[in-house]
């Protein structure tokens, strides 16, 4: 037992030192890989939405799009994707889930901030959003 943890101290001083190296050698930072893919296919997915299509492929490309832009943390394109999705169809799924977690965000935002007009604004939105789940519940039943 008593081995072990000087192995895992050794493994933690080891892996700071690497990092103090590496931070010395004065790396330039670059986008992270998956950043830039992210970005590749939110533009790909922009392109194809250009191109005409019926609408139940135009609400996926829009929640694809809606989840890159959310990933890449550009929260109003996200929000304006999801909201262009709803706006084809109400239904509950992605541009609803991620709407009410966006919404949630810039809410924290503003409170955060002491913004009464931000606030008022994303509390509208909730609304809004809670009025378009009543409507889509009712129209199952």
Do not use: H
Not at 95 to 104: D, E, F, R
């Amino acid at each position: 037992m008593r081995l072990f943890r000087r192995t895992r101290n050794q493994d933690e001083r080891r892996s700071a030192e690497a990092v103090e190296r590496d931070d010395a050698v004065g790396t330039e930072v670059q986008a992270p890989p998956a950043q830039e893919s992210l970005r590749e296919r939110a533009a790909a997915l922009t392109a194809r939405l250009e191109e005409p299509a019926d609408p139940e492929a135009r609400i996926k490309l829009l929640n694809e799009l809606g989840g890159v832009q959310q990933e890449l943390g550009d929260n109003a394109a996200a929000i304006d994707s999801y909201e262009a999705s709803m706006a084809l169809r109400e239904q509950f799924g992605p541009a609803y889930n991620g709407l009410l977690t966006l919404y949630n965000e810039q809410l924290k935002q503003a409170a955060k901030s002491r913004d009464d007009a931000a606030i008022q604004q994303w509390t509208v939105k909730l609304d809004e959003l809670t009025a378009l789940s009543k409507r889509v519940m009712r129209s199952q039943y």
